[in-house]
């Protein structure tokens, strides 16, 4: 089987975006391979037990996060790394561009894959669009999957239940499977592996999206009934202006 | 982070990491260390990611991390519990012996048995020969091709979970330069291992006395010359003693971290507690405290990946470490207060664990005794 | 600005795909020309709901679809955009919505922005804003005229009349994907965004009837602590608390409820909690972002009044 893993970096550090006077800063000291594409690696890696093949890993995540995750992938066992350097696959409006690009470097490059899995998050729309071009079976959200393509996706209330069929693109959570911990001979061996770099042409200004930082200020705003009889229309309005009350 | 952690340590760490969140929970390290011994089974895991060979050379088996990654590893790691990493790194003390005096045969030998998950322990220590090793009593009388080893040791780490020891006896009586190192297999009939000592911490580490009665070693299991024994160890603990430093700065790094974020938790006088002075003022010493150990060790670390003779440096470097630890895990459970001092928290066991770090690989009187002596050879006299 | 299509799925064997809060809440939450799309295999039954949101709806409707049939959701409305010069179609940010407004985006060549929030004109266009993760950065993105968003909002029944178009779906596609529904799925409690709580406060079970009024004027659902469902002045199904439901609505009201932890331990992962007690250290305040101190049932009296 020819399976090509889309990995990237965690997203639950609250500091990795701050901003100072008005200019974000980027902090990648403290991201690693996000739980979800460690999931989806090791989902890869058992398929490669059982039905051999190879791995391929992609990362679009800029500097050393690259070559962190990179690092991760290989030492649990994919066999090849490469780093797309342009672009941000995070921003819904680079998505398109993206993959079109990818889409071609692959074609270039002679790679078809049987399997393409990613790894959820709510930034994961990209392997829909990848699903699309290459005419290939869509199953996201999966929150179960086995080798024998058997497959679950929970909805609010309960389980949509089926098959998948090669090929295909698929988007998972980490509770398919529980993934294993390298070791430090392979890790070691890793930082020592060569990463493939990828650039294509970059995007024009005017299409990519801002970021922003926002600390998140809880408001709290308790009224006293005694000393206010009309706390209870205060209330009301204080609710609606959050948008909480309609 | 005073230290500027390289791409390759930051990942070391992080495997580390998620190691010990996976299999170090708090549950699983308080259960063991009120137990007071820790089942081979919970070393599995270490052993798959290779932690028991993590300095071992590669020629032997070993990931083959250079002393300044793998301690940045144990530091880590003895975030979680201190006495599991030191059963980790124990055998390397034992190796290290043989790796600078023995044959490669020796040492192909030892890390064959190592590498398959199995641990090894160095014993030295007796009931009347602590930090005078010179009066070590156990004997090794040489008859034709074998050794015949008589007497009791005590204190020897992981005595009870190794397959293999580096165990120091008597050749001859010439005080100090009368003893011999040896290679000695646990199998080898006559040894029986004793009962296990119950500490005051470092509870997970296996510390046991190992009598030996008429066990034959073949000559080929002599490390080195006869009566080279004293300094085979003493090279073997000039490295070590830097290294278990770095135990040490983990476990003042847990409790900083336990400290820290009780102080912003914790609520008294309608405010949390971090916003006192006095106890921002301990949580600045700690902090400081942790950082400049961290940095005495690493920098020991570089000199040994040089192959710079530590002697002065890595006693200097436990010393300064061990003796500020006190006061920091002292200072974690002051902070925690009434619920610090009872077991359902971590910080008293990290006082506990603590403590021994001054008494294990040399006492620090010893090692001021070391330092005196290598200043002394500097400023004459 | 261009027009919106909010859409909708419908399936009466399958209790999912489709909010009323949002239904409702969209109406105002931003000003443009707005219209609802329904997929269902019971037009006649929901027709009525459909009718009050105040956007004209048009429901799709055949007697085999299903919630699992993402197929014939994604051609009709292929086929009605894909001509289309601009337009911003909404689905719920539910598993679902943000499943097919991922599929539909790629097929329409646009792109698809999941959770939105804070949706505004800005210059020509629209824009939102999308968190990062849980980190604090969040992304401000500037719509193009055709785009697909994920979201949700808060709203309730305004009663403005609407019409309802029914058109009949020719569905030649069958799936053999299955739904299995989850445990408390028939529990309405279980789910709701909103929830209206009371406790022991209220003090009799006859007080509950205007709590009753004021969960239905909010569109919320009806819950209770412990030792109200012992009293069996409430239904036992409605406990939250450690020994029944664990639940974690967008915004939790509670009215005489003390905060004892067996209750918030069901509770406590709501994004809003708004409680009313006479007791100022009642720990339910410490979780509370907005409350009152006074008597429940007043509160509820004169929130009755209000609404």
């Known amino acids: 089987m020819k399976i090509a893993v889309i990995i990237k970096a965690g997203l639950e550090h609250l500091q990795t975006y701050t901003s100072y006077k008005n200019k974000v800063t980027y902090h990648p000291e403290n991201l690693f391979l996000s739980t979800e594409d460690k999931s989806a690696l090791e989902y890869a890696l058992q398929l490669i037990e059982v039905k051999g093949g190879l791995i391929d890993a992609y990362s679009f995540e800029q500097g050393e996060v690259a070559d962190r995750i990179l690092h991760e992938a290989m030492a649990l066992g994919a066999n090849t790394a490469t780093k797309i350097v342009t672009g941000d696959l995070k921003d819904p409006m680079q998505q398109n561009y993206l993959v079109k690009k990818l889409i071609q470097y692959l074609k270039n490059e002679g790679k078809k894959y049987d399997l393409i899995i990613t790894g959820y998050s709510s930034f994961s729309q990209f392997a829909a669009i990848i699903a699309d071009k290459l005419k290939m079976n869509y199953y996201d959200q999966l929150t179960n999957i086995d080798v024998n393509f058997n497959y679950e996706m929970k909805l609010e209330k309960g389980i949509l239940k089926g098959q998948c069929e090669l090929p295909m693109v698929i988007t998972n959570l980490s509770s398919i499977n529980t993934p294993r911990l390298a070791n430090f001979s392979a890790v070691k061996k890793a930082i020592n592996s060569k990463i493939t770099e990828v650039s294509f042409k970059k995007l024009n200004k005017q299409k990519v999206s801002q970021i922003k930082v926002e600390t998140e200020k809880s408001e709290k705003m308790i009224f006293n009934l005694d000393n206010d009889p009309d706390a209870t229309s205060k209330l009301i309005t204080l609710l609606e202006r959050n948008g909480i009350m309609r | ?381 | 600005m261009a027009p919106t299509y909010y859409i909708q799925l419908e399936d009466k064997n399958i209790p999912e795909g489709n909010d009323s809060n949002t239904l409702f809440g969209l109406k105002y939450n931003f000003k443009s020309n707005k219209n609802v799309l329904v997929f269902s295999n019971h037009a006649s039954e929901i027709k009525e709901k459909y009718e009050h949101s105040g956007m004209p709806t048009t429901i799709y409707n055949s007697e085999n679809y299903s919630i699992a049939n993402f197929a014939s959701v994604l051609k009709t409305l292929k086929e009605k955009f894909a001509f289309k010069e601009s337009y911003l179609i909404i689905f719920d940010s539910s598993n679902i919505g943000n499943s097919l407004g991922a599929r539909l985006a790629a097929m329409l060549d646009t792109s698809f922005v999941a959770n939105a929030e804070n949706i505004q004109e800005c210059d020509n266009n629209i824009c939102v804003d999308k968190k990062i993760g849980k980190t604090e950065g969040s992304y401000k993105i500037s719509l193009e005229s055709k785009a697909i968003i994920s979201t949700a909002c808060n709203g309730t029944l305004e009663d403005e009349k609407n019409d309802v178009k029914i058109i009949n779906l020719t569905l030649n596609y069958k799936s053999n994907i299955k739904y299995i529904s989850e445990k408390n799925s028939n529990n309405d409690l279980a789910y709701a965004k909103v929830v209206v709580a009371g406790g022991k406060g209220l003090n009799s079970a006859e007080n509950f009837k205007p709590l009753q009024i004021l969960a239905t004027k909010l569109n919320a659902s009806l819950g209770a602590t412990k030792a109200v469902t012992d009293q069996g002045w409430v239904d036992e199904s409605k406990m939250i608390g450690i020994s029944n439901l664990k639940i974690a609505p967008q915004v939790y009201y509670a009215f005489g409820i003390s905060g004892a932890v067996q209750h918030t331990i069901g509770m406590n992962k709501s994004r809003y909690v708004i409680a009313v007690n006479t007791d100022a250290s009642a720990p339910i305040f410490k979780l509370a972002d907005y409350g009152i101190i006074g008597d429940a049932n007043l509160v509820i009296k004169q929130l009755n009044n209000l609404l």
């Open chain 2, 1 to 381: 982070m005073a230290l500027q952690y390289t791409q390759a340590q930051k990942e070391y760490i992080h495997l580390t990491q998620e190691f010990g969140d996976r299999y170090l929970t708090p549950e699983i390290i308080k259960k063991y260390d009120k137990e007071g011994n820790c089942p081979r089974s919970l070393f599995e895991p270490a052993i798959n990611l290779g932690l028991h060979m993590l300095e071992i050379p590669e020629e032997y088996g070993g990931a083959g991390l250079s002393y300044e990654d793998s301690a940045l590893v144990f530091e880590k790691l003895a975030e979680y519990d201190a006495g599991y990493a030191l059963t980790l790194i124990t055998s390397f003390v034992a190796l290290r012996c043989v790796l600078m005096a023995g044959t490669k045969e020796q040492a192909q030998k030892f890390a064959n048995v190592i590498k398959p998950g199995h641990f090894a322990a160095f014993t030295m220590s007796e009931a009347d020969a602590g930090s005078d090793a010179g009066s070590v009593k156990a004997t090794a009388v040489r008859n034709n091709n074998e050794y015949i080893l008589n007497g009791n040791k005590a204190f020897a780490t992981n005595g009870g979970l190794a397959d293999i020891f580096i165990g120091i006896f008597r050749t001859s009586d010439n005080g100090n330069h009368g003893l011999s190192a040896f290679m000695i297999d646990k199998n080898t009939p006559g040894i029986w291992i004793g009962k296990h000592e119950d500490k005051m911490g470092l509870r997970l580490s296996n510390t046991v006395p190992i009598g030996f009665k008429n066990v034959h070693v073949p000559v080929e299991n002599l490390i080195g010359k006869e009566g080279r024994g004293i300094n085979i160890a003493l090279s073997s603990l000039n490295l070590s003693r830097a290294y278990v430093s770095t135990l040490t700065v983990g476990i003042m790094q847990r409790a900083l971290n336990e400290a820290a974020k009780y102080a912003n938790e914790r609520e008294q006088f309608n405010q949390p507690i971090v916003q006192f002075e006095s106890v921002q003022n301990m949580l600045a010493d700690m902090a400081t405290s942790v950082e400049t150990a961290r940095l005495l060790v690493n920098n020991t670390m570089k000199m040994m990946d040089k192959n710079l003779s530590v002697r002065q440096e890595g006693a200097m470097t436990k010393l300064f470490v061990t003796d500020i630890a006190q006061k920091v895990t002292s200072d974690a459970v002051q902070i925690l207060g009434g619920y610090g001092y009872t077991r359902a928290y971590p910080v008293e066991k990290l006082m506990r664990d603590v403590k021994g770090f001054q008494i294990l690989e040399g006492t620090n009187e010893i090692q001021r005794m070391t330092i005196a002596r290598e200043v002394s050879k500097k400023y004459q006299f």
